[in-house]
Each structure stands twice: as structure tokens, then as C-alpha cells.
T-cell receptor, first 113, second 111 residues
Framework: DADVTQTPRNRITKTGKRIMLECSQT?????MYWYRQDPGLGLRLIYY???????NKGEISDGYSVSRQAQAKFSLSLESAIPNQTALYFC????????????FGPGTRLTVT | GQQLNQSPQSMFIQEGEDVSMNCTSS?????WLWYKQDPGEGPVLLIA???AGELTSNGRLTAQFGITRKDSFLNISASIPSDVGIYFC???????????WGAGTKLIIKP
């Protein structure tokens, strides 16, 4: 079984709709991250969490919110989706002792029409 | 802010050829990481480097942490079809154990 799972894998939604992307991990890591990937731009950090009570904004947090429901679960919400949020979204985890060695889920392809 | 410049953007190679790519930073790093992303998948960690001058191998892949601490290199020897994908370099951001990423090198094997 995959260590980091994301649901859904694909989603098409309309402008203005609220949408939630979910991430679960079985690696036992304390740190979790949400990234966005656009073609030719690499990965950009949206939010990250060091534990359930510690959530931080990343480079591009505007228009997004997150919830860390448990150590193993970290969800990303788009309160009112807009077309330029069409992208690939990845969840990642890392351990306290090796924070830069991040392990990624398979991604969610989101299309906002 | 910090920037990573990765080159080349893409490479067309023949199966069996050796591959070299590099990444440069606008500031000094104490860690360099290399990831590979297959189509439709998330990035997978290949090699992590923690010391200037360090040379680390993972099978046919070898990565080096540049002496200046502003660059890193990844070499792939005797490429095979499953090597196709996008290779990313990454390093520490300005604060709080964030990573910043290069734009990637896309490896394509000519038929």
C-alpha cells in the first residue's frame, strides 16, 4: 500500500465551488505539506504543518486553506475555486530528523472551469 | 528571494548514453536534494546531499554537492528507457525547513 495517499486523483469543478483535497499518510511523519505544480514552474509550497497545532503559510497560500485533522491527515480547501487554480496538487510528508527528505503522494489533477 | 536555476530544461538522448544536469543557487545551501517525477506521479527522492564536496551514488545515478555550496550536479550513466521523466533539484528555503525547487530537467530518450 502507498505510504502517502491523496483523494481524489482527478477533479473537475466549476468556478465558485468549494472543493477539498485530502491527504493521508502511514509513514508516521510529523510534517506534512501541500504543493502546487504548474507546467514549467516546478513545485510551489501552499501550506505546511509541523504538527496538528502548527500550521504555516507557504509561498502561495492566498485562496487556499488547510486543516490538520490528525497527525496522519492534512486536507487542502479551495473556498471558491477559480480557473487559475487549475493545476496538479501534491501532498508530501517528512520526518523531524530529516525535514528536507520529503515523500510525495500521487497527486490530484484539479481543473476549474 | 532564493532561486534555483536548473539546466538543461530538456535533454534528448540515445539509450546507453550518459547524462549530466546541474542546478545553481543564488545563495549558499547546506543541503541539496534530487528528485525524479514520472508522468502522472509525485516526485520521488533519489539522492540527498548534506556536505560540500560530497559525492553520493544510487545505482547508476551519482550526485555531487558543489564545493562552492551554490551548485549541485546529477549524472546518470548508461541511460535506459525507464530513466525518462523530469528531474528536479531542491534545496532549503529561507526559513522553517521549507524546500525550494528548480523548474526541472525533462529527460527524453530518442527511439
Amino acid at each position: 500500500d502507498a505510504d502517502v495517499t491523496q483523494t481524489p486523483r482527478n477533479r473537475i469543478t466549476k468556478t465558485g465551488k468549494r472543493i477539498m483535497l485530502e491527504c493521508s499518510q502511514t509513514k508516521g511523519h510529523d510534517r506534512m505539506y501541500w504543493y502546487r505544480q504548474d507546467p514549467g514552474l516546478g513545485l510551489r509550497l501552499i501550506y505546511y504543518s509541523f504538527d496538528v497545532k502548527d500550521i504555516n503559510k507557504g509561498e502561495i497560500s492566498d485562496g487556499y486553506s488547510v486543516s490538520r485533522q490528525a497527525q496522519a491527515k492534512f486536507s487542502l480547501s479551495l473556498e471558491s475555486a477559480i480557473p487559475n487554480q487549475t493545476a496538479l496538487y501534491f501532498c508530501a510528508t517528512s520526518d523531524f530528523n530529516r525535514p528536507y527528505e520529503q515523500y510525495f503522494g500521487p497527486g490530484t489533477r484539479l481543473t476549474v472551469t | 528571494g532564493q532561486q534555483l536555476n536548473q539546466s538543461p530544461q530538456s535533454m534528448f538522448i540515445q539509450e546507453g548514453e550518459d547524462v549530466s544536469m546541474n542546478c545553481t543557487s543564488s545563495s549558499i545551501f547546506n543541503t541539496w536534494l534530487w528528485y525524479k517525477q514520472d508522468p502522472g506521479e509525485g516526485p520521488v527522492l533519489l539522492i540527498a546531499l548534506y556536505k560540500a564536496g560530497e559525492l553520493t551514488s544510487n545505482g547508476r545515478l551519482t550526485a555531487q554537492f558543489g564545493i562552492t555550496r551554490k551548485d549541485s550536479f546529477l549524472n546518470i550513466s548508461a541511460s535506459i528507457p525507464s530513466d525518462v521523466g523530469i528531474y528536479f533539484c531542491a534545496g532549503p528555503g529561507d526559513s522553517n525547513y521549507q524546500l525550494i525547487w528548480g523548474a526541472g530537467t525533462k529527460l527524453i530518450i530518442k527511439p
